[in-house]
C-alpha cells in the first residue's frame, strides 16, 4: 500500500520561503499539486522516480524547486519568492506506473498540508 505523509507548510509573508516535504513508502513518480479555497487543484511541479527529470507548471517554473532523496524515500518542494497566490493546500502524490511528467493523473495522495502567504 503507497502511503505518503506531507510536511513543511506554514504561514510565511509574500517573497519568503518554505520547504514542503512527502515521505514516501517507496520510490515512485511523485508530484505536488495545490488547490486554494473556491478552486479546483492543479498540478505544480512532478519528478521522475529516479530524480534526473522534472516538471514544472508555469506558474511556478523559477521559483519552485522539487528534489528527492531516494536513501530518505522522500520528496520535497523547495518555495521561494512566494506570492500571495501561492496560498493553498499543497498535496504530494504518487503513481507506481509508467508515464511521461506531462501525465498529471496520480493514483495516491498525502493528507495535504496547508501553506498561507501574507502580503
Known amino acids: 500500500q503507497v502511503q505518503l505523509v506531507e510536511s513543511g507548510g506554514g504561514l510565511v509573508q509574500a517573497g519568503g520561503s518554505v520547504r514542503l516535504s512527502c515521505a514516501a513508502s517507496g520510490r515512485y513518480d511523485m508530484g505536488w499539486f495545490r488547490q486554494a479555497p473556491g478552486k479546483e487543484r492543479e498540478f505544480v511541479a512532478a519528478i521522475s522516480r529516479s530524480g534526473y527529470a522534472t516538471y514544472y507548471a508555469d506558474s511556478v517554473k523559477g521559483r519552485f524547486t522539487i528534489s528527492r532523496d531516494n536513501a530518505k524515500m522522500t520528496v520535497y518542494l523547495q518555495m521561494n519568492s512566494l506570492k500571495p497566490e501561492d496560498t493553498a493546500v499543497y498535496y504530494c502524490?504518487?503513481?507506481?506506473?509508467?508515464?511521461?511528467?506531462?501525465?498529471?493523473?496520480?493514483?495516491?495522495w498525502g493528507q495535504g498540508t496547508q501553506v498561507t502567504v501574507s502580503s
Open positions: 502524490a504518487a503513481r507506481n506506473t509508467i508515464a511521461a511528467l506531462t501525465n498529471t493523473r496520480y493514483a495516491y
